[in-house]
């Protein structure tokens, strides 16, 4: 029998894994000693990450990267598996069970989104009381590579209009390497 995290001995992602990556969400009972795997997306993509203020807590929204060379990366062509990744940042909505997709150009594939909230002060324990800020009131950052400059573009997203135009690109003079992490600490 394999491991509690293993299928058939070939892990649930990374290269070693058996098919494309896909989004799992794990919730674990330190009580029971019981960890509980959900597919939550079976579309190939990487680098799940949440508003950090809501690290190892309830949480509704989750930000992943969708992208070819990813999927390239971990073995199969693009035809073979009949999935058709594409290149975009995912905004999944936990709680409904729904996804926003925001579609990127052919060729410019995005690493690990960032959420960054509105409020540059909100970061730890989310916030409490009546005024409270939305779970994704703030900002979703990515280094997506941009074909067309041979270089790498920082895209700043509306966490709230996640398929609007973004609010800002950094234009950067150099390529980042795909699959390159970040996080966003805030200044002060």
């Given amino acids: 029998m394999p491991a509690p995290f293993e299928v058939a001995g070939r892990g649930l992602g990374g290269p070693a894994a058996a098919g494309p990556p896909s989004l799992h969400r794990w919730t674990i009972d330190p009580v029971r000693g019981v960890v509980r795997t959900e597919l939550v997306d079976d579309r190939p993509q990487e680098f799940p990450r949440v508003n950090e203020a809501y690290t190892g807590r309830r949480h509704r929204y989750g930000y ?18 009949g999935v058709r990744p594409g290149n975009a940042l995912v905004k999944h909505d936990l709680l409904r069970g729904t996804t926003q997709v925001h579609r990127l150009p052919r060729g410019a594939d995005a690493s690990e989104p960032v959420f960054v909230p509105a409020d540059r002060g909100a ?18 950052l990515a280094y997506v590579n941009n074909p067309e400059r041979n270089a790498t573009d920082l895209v700043v997203l509306a966490a709230r209009d996640f398929t609007g135009k973004p609010v800002a690109r950094v234009h950067l003079p150099v390529m980042v390497p795909l699959g390159f992490h970040g996080s966003w600490v805030p200044n002060g």
């Fill in 64 to 81: 992943t990267a969708a992208s070819v060379e990813l999927f390239r990366a971990y073995g199969p062509s693009v035809g073979e598996t």
């Fill in 123 to 140: 970061v730890g324990a989310p916030p409490s009381g009546p005024a409270r800020p939305a779970e994704d009131d703030g900002y979703v």
